[in-house]
């Protein structure tokens, strides 16, 4: 049998999670060549980590009926994973709330702030900005009309408010991270990857 996605029907399910097999190209790889075991890349565990973190962090149920954050993310992943092949619109919607298991105050900052040390400049600034388009919706369109930056920002914020279903199924953690980082181009997905736009919104709409 090939490898295996885990999927969690819904929250209250989560103990007794589904295996599925992986279709070929979302998390399938082909065997190791013998002497060289698979390992996953540096950053793999790392994310996982936060990802994790998110188990059980309790939302406004006015806004979020579907539950914790992890739940949530990872439905916001797997709207983005259809509808885009671009990895780091993928990383984005996924990790947009690690944040909110350790923030005080500004969730998407504090939580930009930590994947700095992890993921490309382009995913972070997704992250850090990906509230603008709830909190100042004329001003962050008038700042970046006609650019890329802004049609990122309006995907991840619709699949952010897609990924409310209490009744949802989802991948696992693990199999999420696997589905980001397997056959991406790390180079462009690390540290000094794909560059951030230059906009910072935080000054410029201040």
Same mark, same amino acid.
């Given at each position: 049998?090939?490898?295996?996605?885990l !999927?969690?029907?819904? /929250?209250?399910?989560?103990?007794?999670? *589904?295996?599925?097999?992986?279709?070929?190209?979302?998390?399938?790889?082909?065997?190791?060549?013998?002497?060289? =075991?698979?390992?996953? /890349?540096?950053?793999?565990?790392?994310?996982? $980590?936060?990802?994790? +973190?998110?188990? @059980?962090? /309790?939302?406004?149920?006015?806004?979020?009926?579907?539950? $914790?954050?992890?739940?949530?993310?990872?439905?916001? !992943? $797997?709207?983005? @994973?259809?509808?885009?092949?671009?990895?780091?619109?993928?990383a +984005? #919607?996924?990790?947009?709330?690690?944040?909110? +298991?350790? #923030?005080?105050?500004?969730?998407?900052?504090? &939580?930009?702030?930590?994947?700095?040390?992890?993921?490309?400049?382009? *995913?972070?600034?997704?992250?850090?900005?990906? %509230?603008? %388009?709830?909190?100042? /919706?004329?001003?962050?369109?008038?700042?970046? @009309?006609?650019?890329? #930056? %802004?049609?990122?920002?309006?995907?991840?914020?619709?699949?952010d408010?897609? &990924?409310?279903?209490?009744?949802?199924? *989802?991948?696992?953690?693990?199999?999420? *991270?696997?589905?980001?980082?397997?056959?991406?181009?790390?180079?462009?997905?690390?540290? &000094?990857?794909?560059p951030? =736009?230059?906009?910072?919104?935080?000054?410029?709409?201040?």
């Amino acid at each position: 049998m090939g490898d295996a996605l885990l !999927f969690f029907p819904c /929250p209250g399910q989560r103990g007794l999670p *589904v295996g599925v097999a992986a279709p070929q190209g979302e998390g399938h790889r082909s065997p190791a060549p013998r002497g060289r =075991p698979n390992r996953p /890349p540096p950053m793999h565990q790392d994310l996982l $980590d936060l990802l994790l +973190a998110l188990d @059980r962090v /309790p939302q406004d149920p006015r806004w979020h009926p579907e539950g $914790d954050a992890l739940f949530h993310s990872l439905q916001v !992943f $797997d709207l983005a @994973r259809r509808e885009t092949a671009d990895r780091s619109l993928w990383a +984005a #919607a996924l990790l947009h709330d690690v944040g909110k +298991a350790f #923030a005080a105050a500004d969730h998407a900052e504090d &939580g930009a702030d930590v994947l700095a040390e992890l993921v490309c400049p382009r *995913v972070v600034w997704l992250v850090r900005h990906h %509230l603008h %388009l709830l909190r100042a /919706p004329g001003p962050t369109k008038r700042r970046l @009309r006609r650019t890329r #930056a %802004l049609a990122d920002l309006a995907r991840l914020r619709r699949w952010d408010l897609g &990924g409310r279903s209490p009744a949802a199924t *989802v991948l696992s953690p693990e199999a999420a *991270v696997e589905l980001l980082l397997g056959g991406a181009d790390l180079s462009l997905l690390s540290i &000094g990857g794909e560059p951030a =736009p230059a906009h910072d919104l935080r000054k410029e709409l201040a």
